[in-house]
């Protein structure tokens, strides 16, 4: 997850969106607690930033990040109807993982 958060400007994204530097930061506390297994704090951050770069990823590569109205008012902007869990199943973040 985190290379392919690195590695989130291939698809015109800015990693910084899905907590990067956070989740550098948090990955030697974590190692060390692995290695102890008494550091429940350490395990949590990094399950929570996990999981909020992964949706929130997923949700940008679904959708993107520009709002339709404002690129073009006029545009009447229609939700793309294609399922999360299947795009973040089959998208380009999986076949990094």
Do not use: C, K
């Amino acid at each position: 997850m985190i290379v392919a958060v690195r590695e989130a400007d291939r698809d015109g994204l800015r990693p910084e969106d899905y907590h990067l530097t956070a989740l550098q930061s948090a990955l030697p506390a974590f190692r060390t607690s692995n290695r102890s297994g008494r550091d429940v704090e350490a395990w949590v951050t990094l399950a929570l930033l996990l999981t909020d770069g992964f949706l929130a990823y997923g949700a940008d590569l679904l959708d993107g990040r520009a709002e339709p109205q404002v690129l073009d008012p006029d545009q009447n902007g229609v939700p793309h109807s294609r399922d999360l869990t299947h795009a973040l199943e089959s998208g380009p973040i999986t076949a990094r993982l």
